[in-house]
């Protein structure tokens, strides 16, 4: 009877720390609900080219995908899991920069195509809703981190450095 309620008391302390998943529209945005004060929006990792949005070419739009930050993004959760048991919320733009920029105004980010637009009010939505959450389960604190990586093709050239400048060996 006690191994039965201490694994109902494990589970009920593990719950509330599961992150669910919010797609949207034809998954090009999804929201990872967390339970800490901590929220991630990765908006330019994606890799999705449906051919219902043709790439952006106005405004001179900037369409190269930030390097690895889906992967960093998911790093990320796994060491706040492992420290605390718990997720951050973390938004994700699955679409290809070459599609949609949700860190440009509508206008420029999605270019007047309207299922790029739907996305990008579904990716801001999401960051909105989080940080609410957030700040409501908090005492009305959040971390908010827009996650952006680069998008240099050549970057596997560039030393290593460590955080007083010094170039590792590699």
């Known amino acids: 009877m006690k191994q039965i309620s201490f694994i109902f008391l494990a589970f009920l302390f593990w719950v509330p720390c599961w992150a669910q998943i919010i797609y949207g529209a034809n998954n090009y945005t999804e929201y990872h609900k967390g339970s800490l004060p901590v929220v991630i929006s990765v908006p330019?990792?994606?890799?999705?080219t449906p051919t219902s949005i043709p790439d952006r070419t106005c405004n001179s739009a900037v369409t190269v995908t930030d390097a690895n930050t889906i992967e960093l993004a998911q790093q990320i959760d796994s060491a706040f899991w492992i420290a605390t048991g718990?997720?951050?919320s973390i938004i994700y733009c699955n679409l290809h920069r070459a599609k949609l920029d949700c860190n440009r105004n509508l206008s420029d980010g999605a270019c007047g195509n309207a299922i790029a637009?739907?996305?990008w009010h579904e990716f801001n939505?999401?960051?909105?809703?989080?940080?609410?959450?957030?700040?409501?389960?908090?005492g009305g604190k959040a971390f908010y981190i827009d996650l952006h990586g680069h998008g240099n093709p050549t970057?596997?050239?560039?030393p290593k450095r460590g955080c007083n400048g010094f170039a590792f060996a590699t």
Not at 44 to 48: F, I, S, W
Not at 125 to 138: G, P
């Open 86 to 88: 718990c997720h951050p």
């Open 44 to 48: 330019h990792g994606g890799y999705l």
């Open 125 to 138: 939505d999401f960051i909105d809703s989080a940080q609410v959450a957030a700040k409501n389960a908090w």
């Open 155 to 158: 970057s596997s050239s560039f």
């Open 117 to 119: 637009e739907n996305a």
